[in-house]
Structures are given as C-alpha cells and as structure tokens.
C-alpha cells in the first residue's frame, strides 16, 4: 500500500469550526511535515516534526513515530486557511521524503 | 528566508522533444528534490539529491533524468516527453538530517506536452 495515506482527501467546513486532519504511514518514520498549498500553488510549511506535538495560532500538529501516524488540527477555520494541506513524512534510514495525496479543505463564511 | 527558485514557470513542449526545467537554490542546501503533482497523485518524488555530483531515483524516475552540477543547481530532464508528462513540476531543497531540518519549495513549473 501508500507509505503516506492522508484523510479525508476533501473537507469543507463553516467559519469557525474546528477540525482534524490525519495522516497514516505504512512503516515507521523519522518525521514528518505539513504544508499547506494555497490558491497559486505555492507550498508553505506549516509544521516539522520529529516527535510530539506543536502549536502554531490556531494550529496544531502532533507526531507518533511509534503508532505511525500524524494529525493536523485547525481551530476556529478562517476563509483564508481554504487550500490543499499535505503531509509529508521522511523514511528512517534515507533521504526520502514522502508525501500524502493531500486534504483539499474549502472554509466558507 | 530561503530561496528557491524554478524556471521556467511554464513550458509547452512537443512529444519527443526535449525538455529541461532548472531549480536554483541560495541557502546551501544539501539536500534536493524533484516532484510532480498531479489531481489524485499529491507530490511524487522523482529524483532527489544529497549534495553536488549525486542524484538518487525516486518513486516515479522512468522517463526522468536528474543533474546536480553544484551546490546552488538541480535540473530535471525529460529526453524524450510524452503527454504524460503534463503536470506541475516542484523542485525543494533542504537539511534533513539537522534540528533545522524542513523543506523549502519553488513555485512550481506547469509543463504541457502536446
């Protein structure tokens, strides 16, 4: 199967909301990375994990190496967080950096 | 603020031709890599490197060549492109391997080949 498997590949949520994102990986990983991927395409990183939990404003990552996977969370959804969101994880051992088929969230007002 | 840089932004190319896109990084990087992106797909590594003179095969290489003359440079060569290979080209860099470690990404190359 896929090394990265990301879910939901769709989310659309109201002004306001709070939700999660997740991502599955098939086989322990060093760490891990969320991007987001806004209306011209470009790639912002969010998060870098190696373990644990960060916060950054209204979002929040966690990292668990040991039960494989990640999450993204995003409290209180602005009208400017819509875009694709994409982890991206970093095999033990290699240089290798995988990413998942990414969560494309729409907030609307 | 790290920098990457692709060129070109956009490419149209003809089936059999050749085509090169160029990634161009400032920040001494050790690390590179080349994806594509395509709806359904995500990123997909192509090929990658780990310092001047090397490149690495990636998830998807067939069909890809990959150069690292130097520190600052990675190209990605198609020799022959096919429809294909019609997609959205990412080029990053970056230091895996530190407690720095992230990657940094180009605005990405729209190649379409006809």
């Known amino acids: 199967g896929m090394p990265v498997e990301q879910n939901p590949p769709a989310l659309s949520l109201y002004e306001g909301a709070d939700s999660g994102l997740r991502c599955n990986f098939s086989?322990?990983?060093?760490?891990v990375q969320w991007f987001q991927q806004n209306h011209r395409g470009r790639l912002i990183t969010l998060f870098y994990l190696a373990q644990g939990t960060k916060e950054n404003g209204r979002l929040k990552s966690t990292f668990n190496s040991k039960e494989r996977y990640s999450t993204l969370h995003i409290k209180d959804a602005q009208l400017e967080d819509s875009g694709t969101y994409f982890c991206a994880a970093e095999a033990i051992g290699g240089y290798k950096v995988v990413f998942g088929s990414g969560t494309r969230l729409l907030v609307s007002p | 603020e790290a920098a990457v840089t692709q060129s070109p932004r956009n490419k149209v190319a003809v089936t059999g031709g050749k085509v090169t896109l160029s990634c161009n990084q400032t920040?001494?990087?050790?690390?590179m890599y080349w994806y594509r992106q395509d709806t359904g797909h995500g990123l997909r590594l192509i090929h990658y490197s780990y310092g001047a003179g090397s490149t690495e095969k990636g998830d998807i290489p067939d069909g890809y060549k990959a150069s690292r003359p130097s520190q600052e440079n990675f190209s990605l060569i198609l020799e022959l492109a096919t429809p294909s290979q019609t997609s959205v080209y990412f080029c990053?860099?970056?230091?895996?391997?530190?407690?720095?470690?992230?990657?940094?990404f180009g605005s990405g190359t729209r190649l379409t080949v006809l």
């Open positions: 086989t322990t990983m060093k760490s």
């Open positions: 920040n001494n990087h050790n690390n």
């Open positions: 990053a860099s970056g230091v895996l391997g530190t407690s720095a470690e992230t990657l940094y």
